[in-house]
């Protein structure tokens, strides 16, 4: 089984930077769509950003701009740059790995059902 470690959650104040790193276990990560989503307290576990298995990257419309994901297949590591983040921001931030080979190289999903294996996740708490 794929293991997912995220790292570099935090308490960062409003406005501020924080970039959170998934690492992979296993000798086909460049073979896997990768994932960040998020959940805050009371709600439904939500996407943030994915890559696809060649780069090809997705945003949510609420992080769009402020958001970037980004691969390195060399040491199986998947990151979120985080910039300007506000109080809506808040939440647990769950790693994820979608190992379906099937698809296009440029198509990563967007839906949590669609990710088979998940990190523990890390907090990120953005205060005022």
């Known amino acids: 089984q794929v293991q997912l470690v995220e790292s570099g959650g935090g308490l960062v104040q409003a406005g501020g930077s924080l970039r959170l790193s998934c690492t992979a276990s296993?000798?086909?990560?460049?073979?896997?769509?990768m994932a960040w989503f998020r959940q805050a307290p009371g709600k439904e576990r939500e996407f943030v950003a994915a890559v696809a298995r060649i780069g090809t990257t997705y945003y949510a419309d609420s992080v769009k701009g402020r958001f970037t994901i980004s691969r390195d297949n060399a040491k199986n590591t998947v990151d979120l740059q985080m910039n300007g983040l506000n109080s809506e921001d808040t939440a647990v931030y769950y790693c994820?790995?979608?190992?379906?080979?099937?698809?296009?190289?440029?198509?990563?999903?967007?839906?949590?059902?669609?990710?088979?294996?998940w990190g523990q996740g890390t907090q990120v708490t953005v205060s005022s």
């Open positions: 994820a790995a979608d190992d379906a080979v099937h698809v296009p190289p440029t198509y990563a999903p967007k839906t949590t059902s669609a990710y088979d294996y």
């Open positions: 296993g000798r086909t990560f460049r073979t896997y769509a």
